[in-house]
């Protein structure tokens, strides 16, 4: 279908449904502009309404520190400690020892002096101010990464497994993620004009931009809502590719990817009181060769480009268009987007899921060294200097660089020689090695939530770990410490750190509580359900616990604590807690 024949959203039949006022604003915007020009050059700590919207599509949101409102509310003070969160785009996590030092470098001269490794092998900084926004970019930027499309209605960081080996298999897909990124990248010149503009003659100004341009791929109006794309090898599907809206699986034969299963319409943000959202897992769609799938990945695009629901941001994700009209129908219209028939899906599937955490050799006669961030926050205070230490590895080895989508760093390239340092140096600030940590704590994740995350309800990266300490004593009692399985933390519904699909899920629902779900698996490929809601931070290992003790006694030999709690089902486990 061409593009011209697509309905643009203010030419659409006043019988269609009403749009969402995000998509006026898009509309209006032209392309992304915005009057976000205008309120740079203004002497003021925040932007209007209109343009956060817009901001999200140039990689940062506005933020207040929500423990400041309280205080601020108590000093009479009437405006909000106005900051941002800068998230950069990082396709499938790879990047240099520089593009990580300057992050770091940011974080302390202009953020508020920590560094967040995301659940998408993203970086973002957060606290800084609206007068530091183009320094920010410009900084992040010289290094050759960029935050365009890192948030918005558009294809975001395209992930894929990181790891460095040498084998021809991990360097086509990540080659795969770089191209997919560079394809869907929004092409318009805002970006550029906004943030990257020299301004020092005193001549230009931020207001420019015109409304002829075209985005060849998404129109004036981008999605529907954000999209998100990652790829996954069978024995490796450390991405979580059946969480995105759009996955490709790796299918290899005589260790060449000949092609991809395509499974589209995943997504995991729900609502809790509108019933009309859900989590999913993407549906298998069909198998491309790797020719065809940087274009049929434009193709579904298009597909929710045009066919995705304008009306309502609530269920405008692609997965809500997979499940309203069926596969077949996805299908069908991805088809005619591409141009040709596309083939069935092989049986291969993911089987395993590794996280690449400790030394592995990269096949080479190098090594690489996963090193454990726990909830990918990196900061140093008197007990733990997480930050130091990377520089000082990064100093001295200059290592690639490679984020995993469970908030971890690989330090790639190293000699095996350099074993030695490495680990001193993280023992020289109070880290544990990655073999030091136990499996719950290793195969544990958390959002951002409290105190930056403006949807939070309860606190998540920064309440974990005490729930680990007690998990782990617990497991350990009960001769558990050796299982594998993940334990997932949010600060509400939205499901940034992927709980619905982990072995336990723990979701913030309301102050202090948790909703605790159950049944999902490490391998990400089946949804966990409600065990108990309404549970409060202290008591999730008590809750837990009888079914960590009946897990113990009555599994089947090599069953994981999640199929385990799937095989059984709610009300057996209801009955076993009593
Ligand atoms: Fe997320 C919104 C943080 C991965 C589902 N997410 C947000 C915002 C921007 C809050 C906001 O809208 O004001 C959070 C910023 C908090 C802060 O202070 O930094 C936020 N999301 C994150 C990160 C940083 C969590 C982390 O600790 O790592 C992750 C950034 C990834 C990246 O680099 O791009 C992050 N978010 C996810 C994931 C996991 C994934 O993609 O693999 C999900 C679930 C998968 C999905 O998209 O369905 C996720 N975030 C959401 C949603 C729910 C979307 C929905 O369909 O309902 C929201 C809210 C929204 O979009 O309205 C949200
Ligand atoms: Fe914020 Fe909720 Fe996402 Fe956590 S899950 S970062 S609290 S939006």
Redesign the pocket.
């Known amino acids: 279908m061409s593009d011209d024949a697509r309905p643009s959203p203010s030419a659409q039949d006043t019988t269609e449904p009403k749009l969402s006022a995000v998509e006026l604003i898009k509309d209006s915007s032209r392309y992304l502009r915005g009057s976000i020009g205008q309120a740079l050059m203004a002497d003021t700590t925040h932007f209007g309404k209109d343009d956060l919207q817009l901001l999200k599509f140039h990689g940062t ?1 506005q ?1 207040d520190d929500r423990e400041q409102r309280k205080s601020s509310g108590e000093s009479g003070k009437s405006e909000k400690d106005f900051s941002f ?1 800068v ?1 950069s785009r990082i396709p499938a996590g790879i990047m240099t020892t520089e593009q990580l030092l300057a992050h770091l470098d940011l974080c302390d001269s202009i953020g508020n002096s920590t560094l ?7 970086l ?1 900084l ?1 606290g800084i101010l609206k007068s530091d926004l183009r320094e920010c970019m410009q900084r992040i930027n010289r290094t050759m990464l960029t935050t365009l499309a ?2 918005g209605d558009v294809n ?2 395209t ?1 894929a497994c990181p790891a460095p080996y040498t084998d021809n298999i991990r360097a086509t897909v990540q080659k795969l993620a770089q191209d997919i990124s560079d394809h869907l990248s929004p092409k318009t010149k805002s970006y550029y004009e906004l943030w990257l503009k020299d301004l020092s003659s005193g001549e230009e100004t931020l207001e420019g931009g015109s409304d002829e341009f075209v985005e060849p791929i998404y129109g004036k109006t981008y999605l529907p ?2 999209f ?1 794309t ?1 790829i996954a090898l069978a024995d490796d599907n450390c991405t ?1 590719v059946y ?2 809206c759009l996955g490709f699986i790796a299918v290899v034969r005589d260790a060449q990817v000949i092609g991809y299963n395509v499974v589209v319409g ?6 809790p009181s509108a019933k009309k ?1 859900f ?1 999913r897992l993407a549906t298998r769609m069909a198998f491309v060769t790797p020719e065809q799938a940087v274009g049929v990945a434009e193709a579904i695009v298009k597909v929710q480009r045009d066919f995705g629901y304008r009306d309502d ?2 269920r405008a ?1 692609l ?1 809500y268009l997979v499940h309203d009209r069926g596969i077949e129908w996805m299908r069908h219209q991805v088809q005619e987007y591409y141009g040709s028939t596309l083939q069935d899906c092989t049986p291969d599937d993911v089987v395993e899921h590794r996280d690449h955490m400790g030394w592995d050799q990269q096949g080479d006669g190098r090594c690489f060294y996963g090193f454990n961030v726990e ?2 926050r990196l900061y140093d205070d008197e007990n733990r200097q997480w930050k130091k230490a990377l520089r000082e590895i990064c100093e001295e080895f200059q290592p690639q660089i490679r984020l995993t ?1 469970h ?1 971890s760093v690989l330090f790639c390239n190293l000699d095996p020689s350099s074993r030695p340092k490495l680990e001193g140096i993280i023992k020289k600030h109070g880290l544990p090695l990655t073999e030091e940590i136990s499996n719950v704590r290793r195969w544990s ?5 409290l105190p ?5 309800i309860t606190e998540s ?1 920064r309440a974990l770990p005490s729930v680990i300490d007690v998990m782990e004593k617990k497991l350990q009692e009960l001769g558990l410490d050796k299982e594998l399985f993940t334990v997932r933390m949010t600060g509400c519904p ?5 709980p619905y699909n982990a072995d336990i899920g723990l979701v913030g629902k309301a102050k202090g509580k948790y909703t605790v779900y159950v049944g999902g698996t490490r391998l990400g490929t089946r949804l966990a359900f409600i065990f108990k809601d309404l549970v409060p931070l202290e008591a999730i290992t008590d809750t837990l616990e009888p079914l960590f003790k009946a897990f113990g006694s009555q599994r089947q030999e090599g069953e994981s604590f999640g199929d385990w709690c799937s095989r059984l089902g709610l009300e057996k486990l209801q009955a076993i807690a009593g």
């Open positions: 949101y933020q969160m998230r967040k490794i995301t659940t998408r092998q993203g973002q957060h890192a948030c975001r960081n992930m809502r954000k998100k990652a979580d969480t995105n995943g997504g995991l943000g729900v609502t959202t989590p941001r609530k994700r997965k909830n990918g989508a908030q994740i958390a959002c951002v939530a930056t995350c403006g949807l939070a990266e939205n499901g940034c750190a992927r």
